[in-house]
């Protein structure tokens, strides 16, 4: 049930996104007989003036996951004139910071995770109090509207704690566990939640300390020794699966692992069979949409989705699919070799 009500949202949600891409290529693209200006077939394109927009996430350093939103933000940046500003911080003030300092740039746009909406709430409000278009993504769903940001891009976190659970469902797993790398992060809770709402066994938290991995290591290490009947192991981001699938070979387990999240390493896993399947949030299309988002909006206050958030996954990436995905993670590998 779970595939086919998510395979219908998913469906509608792609096609929101080409029709805006269309819109978005006819709108830089037209005569300028479409807007004003000289008739006719081979009129010029019009020149859009330069927008300035500030991408500020809660990305902890090292992560990687982030470097793909990265790519696709900076790839809608090249093609709709736009001035990129990154920044992050995985504390939660410290990123509200990086907002206000946004603001004080006076920014035509800012894009921002909301994993810590509390913490991020007051300067969101700034910043929309001062004008300014406010797009969230990745982490928020639950918090957007009432900060007054005008769409979120996302994957719905609870829908893809489901669709792990129906993978592991299916590969006959009774046992498992749900590896937490950030206690408190709404995003990540409520993954797990959606996985213990659909997993036909039983389930708990794992909880580690994301920015140490050899605590990550030795948590599930101990936690798959002392518990040998575990024979699920889910994580919930790229560099916490390929830590566990050595804690998993130090425990001496053969628990099957699985992850949200995906990188070139991930991906790779897949295709040997050391990981079972991966659930992806395609991040490229959150930085992508979000920034292009910004010049919609700019060129005639077009909001996608209408307000309502924009989902961008979840997407089951196996080894029955591994091949249509391959392009993501060839570039991914590309760009960490460039910045090697």
Request: charged share 20%; aromatic share 6%.
């Amino acid at each position: 049930m779970l595939k086919s009500r998510f395979g219908r949202w998913s469906k509608l949600g792609l096609a929101g996104v080409a029709a805006t891409g269309a819109l978005m290529l006819a709108a830089c693209g037209s005569p300028a007989g479409a807007g004003g200006g000289a008739a006719g077939g081979g009129g010029s394109a019009v020149e859009e003036d330069e927008l300035k927009v500030a991408l500020v996430t809660h990305a902890a350093p090292g992560d990687t996951f982030w470097d793909t939103i990265r790519a696709g933000a900076e790839a809608a940046a090249e093609r709709n004139n736009v001035e990129l500003l990154y920044s992050s911080d995985p504390d939660g003030a410290r990123q509200a910071q990086l907002v206000q300092q946004a603001v004080d740039q006076d920014v035509d746009g800012i894009v921002v995770t909301l994993a810590k909406a509390d913490a991020m709430a007051g300067e969101v409000q700034k910043a929309v109090d001062a004008g300014i278009p406010v797009f969230s993504i990745n982490a928020g769903e639950e918090a957007y509207k009432d900060m007054g940001v005008l769409a979120h891009f996302g994957q719905n976190e609870f829908i893809a704690g489901q669709a792990a659970a129906e993978e592991f469902n299916e590969a006959g797993a009774q046992k498992a566990i749900c590896v937490i790398q950030e206690q408190g992060h709404v995003g990540l809770e409520s993954r797990c939640e959606g996985f213990a709402d659909t997993f036909a066994g039983s389930s708990e938290v794992l909880y580690v300390t994301g920015t140490d991995m050899t605590n990550v290591a030795s948590t599930i290490t101990s936690k798959l020794q002392t518990n040998a009947d575990i024979d699920a192991v889910l994580t919930l981001g790229a560099p916490f699966a390929m830590t566990a699938l050595d804690a998993i070979a130090d425990a001496g387990s053969s628990a099957k692992l699985a992850t949200t999240d995906l990188n070139a390493d991930v991906y790779s896993a897949i295709g040997d069979g050391s990981i079972l399947f991966g659930i992806d949030q395609q991040p490229f299309l959150q930085g992508y949409e979000s920034v292009e988002a910004v010049r919609l909006y700019a060129t005639g206050g077009y909001v996608l989705g209408g307000g309502q958030a924009v989902l961008t996954g979840p997407a089951v990436v196996n080894a029955d699919n591994l091949d249509s995905v391959a392009a993501q993670f060839e570039g991914a590998e590309d760009a960490a070799d460039s910045e090697s």
